[in-house]
């Protein structure tokens, strides 16, 4: 899973009000080269809440991001790297997305979260 | 970069993983790639950014749009989802197997994405479960959920619909697979009162079952008011197919006297 992902999912338990963001519990993280793609950032700039997106960078182990962001920033190609890096090249191989209300853990295995919800939680 | 131009323009079924509990690449698989195929230029120029398959398998239709389509360079990020975690897993080694990635999460249509994924999606690819079924069928773990409609095989269709309707962008479109017992028309004149407009890309009829794969956009010229919904006109414009759509028509009357 990647930061971009994270950055989309929000607890979906039953009369959860503030679901998101999920925090991260990082077992393993990995790291893929992906080509960068200057207009993809730029719009996903737009969308990303940056605090949370920061924030599960940390969880990450990935430290190299400003703590706040414009979109002037957007014209440094430094910090487009790093942008990419962790929103793209990131990977939550395996862990938990925990419910910021609740504390529920939804388990993290290859990648792959698993959101689905007992029977008293949907 | 010649190794690019190699690869292949969809996915390879000897190259798609399964599990006795994932639905294998069908009829209908192959026919929603070959209505995404069908349209290709449409989709290169549409340039998406995101793209989402809800009940994505064996991973076949998924790897084949990122096929067709490119992945990062060309600036697209993928998404799919299934309500079967075998399939998810499979979907994953079918990914890999042809060198792309996607973003998978085991989850029911899209939840936990709801929220932050609204107007976002610009391509939406569904191959639901369409099979008319007893009600108690659906959404049952494993291989049953990957045909299970209940009545009319629209229960998880009709669960699908308002989603892709929260998460398409204002330029996105949506493909999906109906079968005729689904009663296409029908949701094609939901959709239109939300302000979509359809067509069918691909046709199919096979032994047991007649497919479409129809295609949604925004119509955003044409908001719709509740008076301008004279099926006869929509209808007949929308599917200008003669002995189908009488077939269409005879289904609902003949539902219609059933009730
Ligand atoms: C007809 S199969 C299509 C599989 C694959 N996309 C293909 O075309 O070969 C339908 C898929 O939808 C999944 N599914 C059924 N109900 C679902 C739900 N509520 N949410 C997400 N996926 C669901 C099934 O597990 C199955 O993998």
Not at chain 2, 218 to 245: C, H, M, T, W, Y
């Amino acid at each position: 899973m990647r930061l971009l992902t994270h950055n989309m999912l929000s607890s979906n338990i039953k009369g959860v009000v503030n679901g998101f963001p999920l925090r991260i519990e990082a077992e393993k993280v990995v790291e893929k080269t992906v080509e960068m793609n200057g207009e993809f950032l730029k719009k996903m700039f737009e969308k990303i809440d940056w605090k949370a997106f920061v924030d599960a960078s940390w969880a990450m182990g990935y430290t190299e991001l400003p703590e706040e962001a414009d979109s002037s920033m957007l014209d440094s190609d430094e910090f487009l790297n790093r942008f990419h890096h962790a929103l793209l090249e990131l990977h939550l191989e395996e862990g938990a997305l925990v419910c910021p209300e609740t504390g529920r853990r939804f388990p993290v295995n290859k990648g792959i979260p698993n959101m689905l919800l007992h029977e008293d939680e949907v | 970069m010649a190794s690019y131009k190699e690869l292949p323009r969809t996915a390879q079924i000897r190259l798609v993983s399964s599990h006795q509990e994932v639905y294998e690449p069908c009829d209908d698989s192959f026919a929603l790639v070959d209505a995404l195929l069908a349209d290709r230029n449409n989709l290169l120029e549409h340039h998406p950014t995101l793209c989402m398959e809800i009940g994505c398998g064996s991973g076949y239709v998924i790897t084949s749009l990122a096929l067709i389509l490119g992945q990062e360079a060309s600036g697209i990020n993928y998404i799919a989802t299934d309500i079967n975690p075998h399939a998810v897993k499979v979907t994953r080694e079918t990914l890999e197997a042809h060198g792309v990635g996607a973003e998978l999460i085991v989850t029911d249509i899209a939840s936990g994405l709801e929220e932050r994924l609204t107007g976002l999606v610009d391509v939406m690819v569904v191959n639901p479960p369409y099979v008319p079924t007893p009600e108690d069928e659906v959404g049952v773990h494993g291989i049953t959920s990957s045909w299970a409609g209940g009545e009319n095989g629209r229960s998880v269709i009709d669960r699908i619909l308002p989603v892709a309707d929260r998460l398409l962008s204002e330029k996105g479109w949506l493909y999906m697979v109906t079968l005729t017992a689904n009663n296409p028309s029908e949701i094609c004149n939901q959709m239109r009162k939300k302000g979509y407009a359809s067509k069918i890309v691909v046709q199919r009829s096979t032994e047991e079952e007649s497919l479409h794969i129809i295609k949604f956009w925004r119509d955003l010229d044409k908001e719709v008011n509740e008076s301008d919904q004279s099926a006869s006109g929509f209808i007949g414009s929308l599917f200008a197919l003669g002995p189908l759509l009488s077939y269409w028509r005879g289904t609902t009357s003949k539902q219609k006297q059933q009730k």
